[in-house]
């Protein structure tokens, strides 16, 4: 090969590496990290889906079903996590007669990544709750009631991270006051904490400290209280605090269609999120995290 072709040939194959090194970007696309979030609340020891002569939930709700709904959305994405913000007990002749071991047992097949706890699944007193915590294979969470001095005492934690294709997302739970509600006699010497108060802490420990992408609100403390409006409740909560992405609530049974929007302390978005009672309705929210963890969000609900 003499000089000149030899100049020409490698004069073009420079000007294809560059013209490569240029036009690749352009066809590559940032990854985009999808979240999704089931979940439930109040599902009352409901087990078999209602009949088909009932005034109300006529042929809705059953475990079975909504643990075939949960399998085919985990296939879809596999980065899923299913939560319940609370009353797992009480209800049907299920709890009455085995204590709350099947609902447990139940969840634990389904794969539950954590629960709070709401008023009555005291029903059985703190004892009998923590009598079937071997049947929970998942994690319970609450920051606002302090067990220090029960049978519950390091077996419920204020908050659990979970990891999802780089995601880290923190749960933490929040409960109702329960003087008024249960008889002392049933939760003992449990402590009840301001919920504001600690959400505020356990949100600052969970952005600064833990760094969390995502964090989330178990909530038994209810919607909304339309009689009692100061009341602390779900959208109260979601005003006067900071750093909560989703709050799940439960306690008032509102079957809500889609999540509601609230602005934060910072006048941010947070999506608060319910879906009625007695596993009628699976609620779910996406998360989509591009390259940068910025996130955007859409929930519906599905009916059982």
């Known amino acids: 090969m003499d000089r000149r072709k030899f100049i020409q040939k490698t004069t073009a194959a420079t000007a294809f590496t560059t013209l490569g090194g240029l036009t690749l970007p352009s066809f590559t696309t940032k990854k985009e990290t999808k979240i999704t979030i089931l979940h439930t609340n109040d599902t009352h020891s409901h087990i078999d889906p209602f009949e088909t002569t009932h005034y109300k939930y006529a042929n809705q709700g059953g475990v079975a079903r909504r643990a075939s709904l949960v399998t085919e959305i985990r296939k879809e994405n596999p980065n899923t996590l299913l939560l319940d913000a609370g009353d797992i007990f009480q209800g049907t002749p299920y709890f009455n007669y085995f204590g709350g071991e ?28 923590y009598k079937q915590l071997p049947h929970a294979k998942f994690s319970f969470v609450s920051a606002n009631y302090d067990f220090k001095n029960t049978v519950l005492d390091t077996h419920v934690k204020p908050y659990k991270i979970f990891i999802k294709d780089g995601i880290k997302i923190g749960v933490f739970g929040l409960g109702i006051e329960l003087s008024g509600l249960v008889e002392p006699k049933m939760f003992k010497e449990t402590k009840y904490l301001d ?71 910072n006048d941010e978005n947070v999506l608060v999120n319910q879906v009625g009672a007695y596993g009628v309705n699976l609620g779910r929210v996406d998360f989509y995290f591009d390259a940068d963890k910025n996130k955007s969000s859409k929930g519906k609900t599905i009916l059982v």
Do not use: W
């Open 102 to 129: 099947l609902e447990f047992k139940l969840m634990s097949m389904m794969k539950y990544d954590a629960a709070t706890i709401g008023n009555h699944d005291f029903d059985n007193s703190i004892d009998g709750l």
């Open 195 to 265: 919920p504001v108060e600690i959400a505020q802490d356990t949100t600052r420990i969970l952005k600064e400290e833990e760094q969390c992408d995502l964090v989330i609100c178990l909530s038994h403390l209810g919607y909304y209280y339309k009689r009692n409006p100061n009341k602390i409740s779900d959208l109260n909560l979601a005003k006067a605090t900071k750093d909560i992405d989703l709050i799940i609530g439960g306690h008032t049974h509102t079957f809500l269609p889609k999540p509601t929007l609230v602005k934060n302390t």
